[in-house]
């Protein structure tokens, strides 16, 4: 758990994979935090990446480190409302903080994935390390 943490700390920009009609959809994503072994992220619900997870609410995100240490981190996606999460990603995001303002803006959503499976690897020879939560 924890070096799956620490890599994903280290590492928050990845690529964050859902599905749309059935093919995969891929962009450019930001990990924000792991609480209570659940991994947060967040988006607004006016984009397709909203919709999708609202359709099929499984997900992978991905980063890699410079050493070149993947983490692979799959899931089920949870929506939440809680707005402790909200206003901790927005203090802790000054972009995330510019680009909605405030906690309660009705378009910011906070999901995370839970019951994770995180799945280490990197070129070493071994295989890859998969810790499930």
């Not at 994503?29 to 609202?54: G, H, I, P, R, S």
């Not at 991905?62 to 809680?82: E, N, P, Q």
């Not at 927005?90 to 799945?119: C, Q, R, S, W």
Request: proline fraction near 5%; glycine fraction near 4%.
């Amino acid at each position: 758990m924890k070096t799956v943490v620490q890599l994903l700390n280290e590492n928050r920009t990845g690529a964050f994979a859902t599905v749309e009609d059935g093919k995969p959809r891929v962009r450019p994503w930001m990990f924000q935090f792991e609480e209570n072994q659940k991994f947060y992220f967040c988006t607004a619900n006016n984009k397709d990446v909203y919709k999708q997870l609202q359709s099929t609410p499984f997900a992978e995100f991905t980063t890699t480190s410079k050493d070149m240490i993947t983490v692979r981190l799959s899931g089920k996606v949870v929506f939440t409302k809680d707005m402790r999460y909200k206003e901790k990603i927005l203090n802790e995001n000054e972009g995330l903080k510019k680009m909605y303002t405030t906690a309660d803006n009705p378009i910011f959503e906070v999901f995370y994935i839970e019951h994770a499976k995180a799945t280490i690897s990197d070129f070493s020879g071994q295989p890859p390390k998969e810790i499930n939560f």
